[in-house]
């Protein structure tokens, strides 16, 4: 299993070095450093137009005029996030000057506001905090913003501005992520911290996949693992996010409530060790890193093996 994730993008392996094995930290820095002149890392930053941005535009490509299948992810916004998911040093020079253009140059379509100021709605600016705070860019204006926008049940809901009074699974995993990046980056602040403990407390009260109110299984769509995630949820996206916040905290033992999403993550185990991929959301995209849905997804395999690393206490390859 190892050396099938291992013969792959260096953006694979530098996590799989670092998450999966013994690897000395100067062995999975080096493979890390790949990431800007190798495979999908370096297409990515080769892809950024000298406008500097991706597709001619920050939430959507130009020309975009809807009528294409899904939601084309070729835009400056997705883009950054794929580049983040891949393992991109932040500090690198490559970095610093893609982000440096990016602040200089992209402006959201919803109201012209610079991209490290954030727009509207919840779901996005959620991206916004974690591709700001990863890059080292000032997101402070927006995290106040989410904390003013958190619903009386704990999560966020982008429908919230036309009278939703309950929260989303998907906006609220995506204001979480970035809050969570936000901390890891400055720390946070006591308000920050609370609120996102409280969007966690929303989610674990559902046990990741079910309403609160019957216990039904909100969406069958969650049971299947997609990825890139895009702004979508799922139960292995949810499982990520608790590893990597347990991960950053004070540690202890995973919450009881995540024992079925765990059951169903270790279900979907193939007999050859891998997890496929699923659900692919349709959309413009720069290329493919996958093989397509049904078949062995590297990344899946991946976050699937660190998760069950983090939730058994103990190697999981």
């Excluded at 966020?156 to 699974?169: D, L, Y």
């Excluded at 990741?208 to 895009?230: A, C, H, I, M, N």
């Excluded at 059951?263 to 349709?282: A, C, F, I, M, V």
Aim: include cysteine; hydrophobic fraction near 35%.
């Amino acid at each position: 299993m190892l050396d099938w994730l291992l013969d792959s993008d260096p953006s694979i392996r530098w996590q799989v070095l670092r998450d999966l094995t013994d690897a000395p930290a100067e062995k999975v820095r080096a493979e890390r450093d790949r990431v800007t002149t190798e495979g999908w890392g370096a297409r990515m930053l080769a892809l950024q137009g000298g406008d500097g941005q991706w597709g001619g535009g920050t939430f959507f490509p130009v020309p975009y005029d809807g009528s294409e299948p899904g939601q084309p992810w070729t835009a400056t916004m997705y883009s950054l996030l794929l580049l983040r998911d891949l393992g991109l040093e932040p500090g690198s020079a490559a970095a610093c000057r893609a982000v440096a253009k990016v602040r200089e140059n992209s402006r959201w379509e919803e109201g012209g506001q610079p991209f490290f100021d954030g727009e509207a709605e919840p779901c996005i600016n959620g991206k916004a905090v974690a591709l700001g705070a990863y890059f080292g860019e000032n997101v402070d204006g927006i995290v106040h913003r989410l904390l003013g926008e958190q619903l009386a049940d704990g999560g966020w809901n982008c429908e919230a501005e036309r009278g939703s009074v309950r929260s989303s699974f998907a906006t609220t995993i995506n204001v979480l992520e970035g809050l969570l990046e936000h901390e890891r980056a400055t720390g946070g602040t006591p308000e920050s911290v609370e609120a996102r403990k409280r969007g966690e407390e929303y989610l674990l009260e559902r046990a990741l996949l079910r309403r609160k109110s019957t216990g039904e299984l909100v969406d069958p769509d969650w049971l299947q693992f997609s990825y890139p995630t895009r702004w979508f949820y799922d139960a292995l996206r949810g499982l990520d996010y608790f590893r990597d916040s347990y991960s950053q905290g004070t540690g202890g033992p995973p919450d009881i409530r995540l024992a079925e999403a765990v059951g169903l993550l270790r279900s979907k185990r193939q007999p050859d060790g891998t997890w496929l991929l699923e659900n692919t959301h349709p959309g413009r995209i720069h290329f493919a890193m996958e093989d397509g849905d049904g078949r062995p997804s590297r990344w899946n395999t991946l976050r699937a093996l660190r998760v069950l690393n983090w939730y058994d206490g103990g190697p999981s390859h």
